[in-house]
């Protein structure tokens, strides 16, 4: 594992690992997890309408850590043991607990996710969130939040790569003062998985 920076975006707590796992096991762990996982097409709300996901996804977790997303209410599938496994060494590094995963598998550079924060009320105030990247490198971007009629300011986006073996981890105001997304890449052919570690506080539900 390979050090750590502070992404300094202002009133956030980001930092990233560019090679948290190194290039074999990253390759092995992407392997393993593309075919033990239950991948599946999310149905999702958006304009009123409703529109299958841009993406294949799995929620996968503790029994209860149920979550709600785009109104749609996901119940946990059990971990797989190699994702059970990681989950244990992303707490150490995070300093945190996690009982839920959100995985996503991108197939190509048109699979994509829209601008979001991750703050549905079950998460918390201040969620701890690990996001860690297999398979082609992606480009993710940060977007501070403005009240509605406040113009953007220079700034205000920022933009990093998330290589293989890569580890992200968000905390702080960063869910509730920064928007994030994974937009497409023209002409990318290879597959992306990112599996995104949460603790969901069963007891709202």
């Not at 956030?12 to 033990?36: H, I, K, M, N």
């Not at 918390?124 to 398979?135: F, M, N, Q």
């Not at 869910?175 to 994030?180: A, F, I, T, W």
């Amino acid at each position: 594992m390979k050090g750590w920076h502070d992404l300094r975006l202002p009133d956030a707590d980001v930092a990233l690992w560019p090679q948290w796992l190194d290039t074999a096991e990253a390759d092995a762990l992407f392997a393993e997890l593309r075919q033990a996982i239950a991948w599946e097409t999310h149905r999702i709300r958006l304009f009123g309408r409703e529109l299958a996901s841009p993406r294949l996804s799995c929620w996968i977790g503790d029994p209860g850590a149920t979550y709600t997303y785009s109104r749609s209410r996901f119940e946990p599938r059990p971990w797989p043991p190699a994702l059970a496994a990681v989950r244990v060494r992303v707490e150490q590094v995070c300093g945190a607990r996690f009982n839920s995963v959100l995985a996503n598998l991108y197939r190509d550079g048109q699979d994509s996710m829209g601008w979001h924060s991750d703050d549905e009320p079950e998460l918390g105030a201040r969620p701890v969130i690990a996001s860690l990247s297999l398979g082609a490198a992606r480009r993710f971007r940060f977007r501070r939040r403005r009240a509605r009629g406040e113009p953007a300011q220079p700034g205000d986006t920022f933009e990093l790569a998330l290589p293989h073996g890569s580890l992200l981890r968000m905390a702080g105001a960063t869910q509730r003062l920064y928007r994030h997304d994974l937009p497409r890449v023209r002409g990318l052919a290879a597959a992306r998985i990112n599996l995104t570690f949460r603790r969901i506080d069963t007891s709202a539900h």
